[in-house]
């Protein structure tokens, strides 16, 4: 199983405030997935990373993916209460369909 | 598109009773099918994968009769567990993949909160 390490693990900041979350790993990924994830509902698909050095923006997200594809991170800037959830990272191994999930980021943004 | 459906929702049951959970893709056909849990304030941890018309592959530490998986067609996989006891209890979510999708990017159902008493 290929590990992806997520940082930090609890995040607690004030509106208009920006952030950076972090997923880490020592193995390479074919692509990665950035999800959230509200209580009692399943993941939504935010951006996929394929290449290397590869940076994708959403709106006030900003996502990157490492030179190596063994690393990426997620920028909010000018965080809104609406951006509250937990933000979890998801990998693709070369080998198949499996995908491999951090531990999750629980972002919370109060007014 | 790609919208994945589960039902129920949400589902309450006595000790020792079966539960079956369906997973539905309902605007594409899904080739691969995954099934995760996830317990309170934790990550998904994969259980099965499965793909239409063949035996499930389970994760190491799933027990398959258990955890009974059927994806007898391309928009509905089905999860029953078996003997539910309170330790079962868990948010179980599917997602569904399709052939030639980007970089086999899955979608993921509203999930199904199972509670065993």
């Known amino acids: 199983t290929q590990l992806l390490e997520q940082s930090p693990q609890f995040l607690s900041i004030q509106e208009g405030e920006n952030l950076t979350v972090y997923c880490n790993s020592s193995?390479?990924?074919?692509?990665l997935q950035w999800y959230r994830q509200e209580p009692g509902e399943g993941p939504v698909l935010l951006v996929t990373?394929?290449?290397?050095?590869e940076v994708k923006k959403l709106k006030r997200l900003t996502f990157q993916f490492g030179d190596a594809r063994k690393d990426s991170s997620l920028h909010i800037t000018a965080a809104q209460p609406g951006d509250t959830g937990l933000y979890l990272c998801?990998?693709?191994?070369?080998?198949?369909?499996?995908?491999?999930f951090g531990k999750g980021t629980s972002l919370l943004v109060t007014p | 598109g790609a919208v994945v459906s589960q039902h129920p929702s949400w589902v309450i049951c006595k000790s020792g009773t079966s539960v079956k959970i369906e997973c539905r893709s309902l605007?594409?056909?899904?080739?691969?099918m995954f099934w995760y849990r996830q317990f309170p304030k934790q990550s998904l941890m994969l259980m099965a994968t499965?793909?239409?018309?063949?035996?499930?592959?389970?994760e190491q530490g799933v027990e398959k009769d258990k955890f009974l998986i059927n994806h007898a067609s391309l928009t509905l996989s089905t999860l029953t567990v078996t003997s539910a006891h309170p330790e079962d209890s868990s948010f179980y979510i599917c997602?569904?993949?399709?052939?030639?999708?980007?970089?086999?990017?899955?979608?993921f159902g509203p999930g199904t909160r199972l509670t065993v008493l």
């Open positions: 998801a990998g693709h191994s070369n080998s198949g369909y499996a995908l491999n």
């Open positions: 193995s390479v990924f074919s692509s």
């Open positions: 997602s569904a993949s399709y052939a030639g999708g980007y970089y086999n990017e899955q979608f």
């Open positions: 605007d594409f056909q899904a080739t691969t």
């Open positions: 499965s793909n239409e018309g063949s035996k499930a592959t389970y």
């Open positions: 990373v394929v290449t290397g050095g």
